[in-house]
C-alpha cells in the first residue's frame, strides 16, 4: 500500500473532515481514503456543451418551429485596381 502527505491543507477542510469522519464512525484517515475511493471510481459524466444545455432545459416547454430563409448566392468581390 502507498502513502501519501498533503500538506498546506486549510485549518477549515481539516475540522470539516473530523467531523464528517466522526459522524461516519471512522478515523480521519479512513475517511480521507473513502473520499478519494468514491471520487475516482464514480463514472465520469460527459459535460454538455451550451447548445445542449439549453436544449435540455427549454425541451421540456415544447419547441418552437423557426423558418429558415433560403441561401442566396454569394456575390462576387469587388475586383481592385492594381
Do not use: C, F, W, Y
Not at 16 to 23: D, E, I, N, P, V
Not at 29 to 39: F, K, P
Amino acid at each position: 500500500m502507498a502513502s501519501i502527505t498533503i500538506r498546506r491543507l486549510d485549518d477549515g477542510v481539516k475540522a470539516k473532515l473530523r467531523l464528517r469522519a466522526a459522524s461516519h464512525g471512522r478515523s480521519m484517515e479512513e475517511e480521507a481514503r473513502e473520499i478519494l475511493r468514491t471520487g475516482l471510481s464514480a463514472k465520469r459524466v460527459s459535460r454538455l456543451n451550451l447548445a445542449e444545455s439549453i436544449r435540455r432545459h427549454i425541451a421540456p416547454l415544447g419547441g418552437l418551429e423557426l423558418r429558415i430563409p433560403p441561401r442566396q448566392v454569394v456575390r462576387r468581390p469587388p475586383r481592385i485596381a492594381q
